[in-house]
């Protein structure tokens, strides 16, 4: 099993995009406070806090699952349920990340955006490249999460094959790639609350 590693670079991967968007969110609320520019960087936010959400959601119902009798009792159940549903997951992000980009389309109309003030000229070119890669262009949150949900199906087809031979050994396996997830996604259900508090 070489997909623990993978998950958890995936998942830190859009961790580390939550944590770049909410330093740029912060920079920019704390210099400009216009509540129709503000309105206006907020959709972009909570855009793509909807990739994120996404990814919350997906790892949710398997980190409930923290013991042997649970994992016997529930596992085949949620496998299947995830089974039938996580190739329809995966496009979610795309289209969140378009709405995103058309926000952020909006937001570049604002005379604020081309401010020569060297701090926010700075965190506006950094918007501007996070958009760009992380976004549209390039879109690597959502080919990560798109990753990240397609490798979690292997993982759990691989745990649900070895459950039948030796339950105890795929919890086992299970359980530490879940633990190994947890710090991950509690920062991601966290992240509205770094970006809402005062700075």
Known sequence: MALE????????????????????ETL???????????????KIGNSIR????ETVAVLAPWLEIDNETEFCNRYDAAYA?????????TNRPRLTSERAYVDYMLLREFKETQTAYPLLKTTFARLDEFIDKWITNDAWLAMTIENFVKMLYRFLTEIAELKQKDPTDAFTLYRALMIALHPYYAMLQNYRKVVEEPV
């Open 5 to 24: 590693l993978k998950l958890t670079k995936e998942l830190a991967t859009v961790c580390v995009t939550a944590s770049e968007l909410a330093a740029i």
């Open 28 to 42: 920019i609320k704390g210099e400009l406070a216009k509540p129709a520019f503000v309105e206006q960087l907020d």
């Open 50 to 53: 909807d990739c994120f959400a």
């Open 81 to 89: 349920d995830y089974k039938a549903s996580y190739l329809g997951i």
